[in-house]
């Protein structure tokens, strides 16, 4: 026969039993609602999940258990692809430029880009910037974790992600003319999916696919574009060694040794003819190439600068992507067109003042007549630019 203490003893234990098994059930419950943070090992939704699949899709179909979906950069060249000819530029009227209802601050020029960029963009925009070293390997992932979650679960998310990850990224190669060595259609959004019983999560990084590298071609590992800096940086001191004057002396010195020193490249075969390694080490390139010098010296001088992208009526007539700058000076904005300052000459002769100058500080009612800004460096993006001063630059 039990005694009283027997029976006591007996229903302790089941008592703690009893509330053991509730605390294990609420336990398991605030797991599975992911309303608290479980380390993954003692997590019974990582365990359940432990034996699901992984894969990788190019673009994203479907939604499976810790599945990784892959976005692409897209990337358009400002490539003036004519015979970078122009003494008798074809007229096409004055076009006054009506995208920009205000001045921009000379201050903002640095960042462009940037400023115009929507919050998710600029979120990606920031990381990026502040990885930019650890990328010289080439293989290097940032991770977002799970930053764009919320997005992620709206209807149309994913698109609204992926434009921001295209402008972004384009807009940080515009706003920094010194990432000749990054090629930008190599690196890609990847979104882990991980679905638990009836729980999505979005965790987002970017980067490398599958460890493969998106350095330039020409640059095979960190070592080689340290060196290719190096290079640049050592060019760079010795073009400023040879300024000399006020500011717009020291803006027509960069104009005038891009002008004599680079070559436009035709047949648009070689390396690094759209970037900064090509026009300061290589000395040929493509407007782009021409465009992305200018604003790197102005940029260590301290001289407000951008790169700006549009059409031009070449002297064929015919309309072509290019790729020019805008410079403040005294207040206003100006436009200079070194690739256009720089024409091929067949045969022999020489660049006379009138051509070498004919793009050099110009105000929108004589540039304009040529050039068309439209701020599509990737997709519809239409960014925005400074308002120009209508007339020529006078001392």
């Known amino acids: 026969m039990k005694t009283k203490n027997q029976n006591g003893f007996f229903h302790i234990i089941a008592y703690l039993f009893i509330f053991i098994i509730f605390?294990?059930?609420?336990?398991?419950?605030?797991?599975?609602?992911?309303?608290?943070?479980?380390?993954?090992?003692?997590?019974?939704?990582?365990?359940?999940?432990?034996s699901s699949k992984e894969m990788t899709l190019e673009e994203g179909e479907g939604v499976l258990e810790n599945t990784y979906r892959k976005v692409r950069i897209e990337v358009e060249n400002a490539i003036d692809s004519s015979e970078n000819s122009h003494f008798d530029m074809t007229q096409i009227g004055n076009y006054q430029s009506s995208q920009n209802p205000s001045n921009l601050e000379a201050r903002n020029a640095d960042f462009l880009y940037y400023h115009?960029?929507?919050?998710?963009?600029?979120?990606?925009?920031?990381?990026?910037?502040?990885?930019?070293?650890?990328?010289?390997?080439?293989?290097?992932?940032?991770?977002?974790?799970?930053?764009f979650d919320d997005l992620l679960h709206q209807e149309n998310g994913e698109e609204s992600l992926n434009q921001s990850f295209q402008l972004a990224i384009n807009a940080l190669n515009f706003d920094?003319?010194?990432?000749?060595?990054?090629?930008?259609?190599?690196?890609?959004?990847?979104?882990?999916?991980?679905t638990k019983l009836w729980?999505?999560?979005y965790e987002v990084e970017i980067g490398s696919s599958q460890g493969q590298s998106y350095l330039n071609v020409a640059f095979a590992n960190e070592n080689d574009v340290n060196q290719a800096i190096n290079r640049i940086q050592a060019e760079k001191e010795?073009?400023?060694?040879?300024?000399?004057?006020?500011?717009?002396?020291q803006i027509k010195g960069v104009h005038d040794y891009l002008v004599d020193q680079l070559e436009y490249d035709s047949t648009l075969s070689k390396d690094n003819i759209y970037n900064l390694y090509g026009a300061l080490i290589n000395h040929?390139?493509?407007?782009?190439?021409?465009?992305?010098?200018?604003?790197?010296?102005?940029?260590?001088?301290?001289?407000?600068?951008?790169?700006a992208c549009g059409v031009a009526v070449n002297s064929s007539g015919e309309t072509e992507n290019h790729a020019w700058n805008y410079v403040c000076l005294n207040g206003n904005w100006y436009a200079i067109d070194v690739t256009w300052?720089?024409?091929?000459?067949?045969?022999?002769?020489?660049?006379?003042?009138?051509?070498?100058?004919?793009?050099?500080?110009?105000?929108s009612?004589?540039?304009f007549q040529n050039h068309t800004e439209d701020g599509n460096i990737v997709g519809n993006a239409n960014f925005q630019y400074p308002i120009l001063s209508k007339t020529n630059y006078e001392k």
């Open 23 to 50: 605390v294990l059930t609420v336990y398991i419950c605030l797991d599975v609602l992911n309303l608290i943070e479980v380390p993954e090992e003692y997590s019974v939704l990582h365990w359940i999940s432990e």
């Open 116 to 147: 115009q960029l929507d919050d998710n963009a600029k979120i990606i925009y920031q990381e990026l910037e502040k990885n930019l070293d650890n990328m010289k390997s080439g293989t290097y992932n940032i991770q977002f974790g799970k930053t």
């Open 176 to 194: 920094h003319p010194d990432l000749f060595y990054l090629d930008v259609s190599k690196i890609y959004l990847l979104t882990k999916i991980t």
């Open 199 to 201: 729980k999505t999560t």
């Open 238 to 249: 010795n073009i400023k060694a040879t300024l000399k004057g006020d500011i717009e002396n």
């Open 284 to 307: 040929s390139t493509v407007c782009e190439g021409y465009a992305r010098s200018f604003k790197y010296l102005m940029d260590d001088l301290g001289i407000p600068c951008l790169i």
């Open 341 to 363: 300052d720089d024409p091929v000459i067949v045969g022999r002769g020489y660049v006379s003042n009138s051509i070498k100058y004919k793009y050099y500080l110009k105000g």
């Open 365 to 367: 009612d004589e540039f």
